[in-house]
Each structure stands twice: as C-alpha cells, then as structure tokens.
C-alpha cells in the first residue's frame, strides 16, 4: 500500500513570511496527526484529526499555526506568521483509528532564514 | 502516560543481536509498550507493541519483564539498514491521546 505521502520535502523561508504543507494520508486512515520535530529531539504532536473533526489541538500554537482535514482526507498544515523558532521537521501521521499503530511520511524540513 | 528511560547510544557488530532496554517503573496495568524507529531523514516507523506477553514480528522481539517496569527491544541480526533512533513509548492503547516521544537510543551498527 501507498504510504503516507507529504509535500513539499523541504522549505525555506524568511521570518514572518507564511508556509504551508499538504498531506495525504494512508487511503481508508480516519485518524491524522501533524507532528513538529525540532533538531535532536523527538516529535512533539500539534493537532490529531479524526475524519474532519478536531480530537486535539492542545500544543498548537493557535496564534499563528492551523491545520484543516475538510474534507477527512488530505490535510494542510499552515504557519502564518514564521518566527525562527518554527524551524524544524514537520511529520504527519496517519492511522486506521486511534487504537492502531501510527504510519508516518518522511515529513517536510522547514528552515526559515 | 508513562515516561520511559532509554540510554542515549549503543553500539552494535553487523550480524549480531541488538537488545535495546527501556525502563518503564511507572506504567499503568493498561498501558501498552510501543517500539518506534527513525532513520536519518525519515519519518518514524512502526516496530511492534505489546501489552505483558513477548511479541515477535518480522522486524523484532520483544520481552516484557513480568512486572512490566522494563522491556526490551530485540533485533536478531542487526544490519547495517537497522542504524537508527528507537523510541520507546508507553500509552494507554486505544486512547485518543497521541504518542509522547523522548529522546530515544541512537543506535549504530558496526560493519
């Protein structure tokens, strides 16, 4: 099967200038998750999706980040102002529900200068 | 969800096995225990998860002490393709809350 699949691969980007990414999940996956990984550590989940609906979006910084499914599929992911702080690996995830395994995409590489 | 505690590196000869540990002394009688991956440039991948019985799959094994404060990730013949960060992971299975991640082992094998 087709994996996760995401876009762009990589980003560069002046501060306070606004980005987005896409991604299209696993066909049949309900469940999505955008995930920020910054350099040396570990992934850290901004919002998980479950169909259109929001399930959780507690660390997202709604100030200047948001992210839509609408319509349950594909999702994009938008930062509207960057600060230099944003720059990191941004993965998304997907799985048939919550209680299985998560599939993740190589993720886009975002630098802002 | 529980937190875990995993050396920061390890070293392993090709061929060999790799046995990641990973302590756990917190974890609640319904969480479950994920192994996760991360090669360089890649998104994380899926090892195998379990519950309180040893599990294998074709990737790896993985044994739970019988108290559940431990496990440990086994990779039987480590090749080179198996140089990567592993994540160990406790979450409660079912749950809408997402994966937490620490810092993993970076694990490098050794030609």
């Known amino acids: 099967e087709a994996g996760v699949a995401q876009s762009p691969r990589y980003k560069i980007i002046e501060k306070r200038q606004s980005v987005a990414f896409w991604c299209n999940p696993i066909s049949g996956h309900a469940t999505l998750y955008w995930y920020q990984q910054i350099l040396g550590q570990g992934p850290k989940l901004l919002i998980q999706f479950q169909n259109n609906g929001v399930v959780d979006d507690s660390q997202l910084p709604k100030d200047r980040f948001s992210a839509e499914r609408l319509k349950g599929v594909d999702s994009t992911l938008k930062i509207q102002p960057a600060k230099l702080e944003d720059s990191a690996v941004y993965l998304c995830a997907s799985s048939l529900n919550s209680n299985q395994p998560q599939h993740f995409g190589d993720g886009t590489r975002l630098s802002i200068l | 969800d529980a937190k875990t505690t995993q050396p920061t590196s390890m070293d392993c000869a090709e061929g060999r096995a790799a046995n990641l540990p990973c302590n756990h002394s917190?974890?609640?009688?319904?969480?479950?225990v994920y192994w996760y991956r991360q090669i360089h440039s890649q998104g994380p991948q899926y090892i195998i998860h379990?519950?309180?019985n040893n599990e294998t799959n074709e990737m790896a094994s993985l044994i739970i002490t019988e108290d559940r404060k431990s496990s440990t990730l086994i990779l039987p013949h480590a090749t080179l393709r198996d140089t990567a960060v592993y994540y160990c992971?406790?979450?409660?299975?079912?749950?809408?809350?997402?994966?937490?991640f620490g810092s993993g082992t970076q694990l490098t094998v050794l030609p």
């Open positions: 379990g519950l309180k």
């Open positions: 992971i406790v979450r409660v299975s079912g749950s809408a809350r997402q994966l937490t």
């Open positions: 917190t974890i609640s009688g319904n969480e479950y």
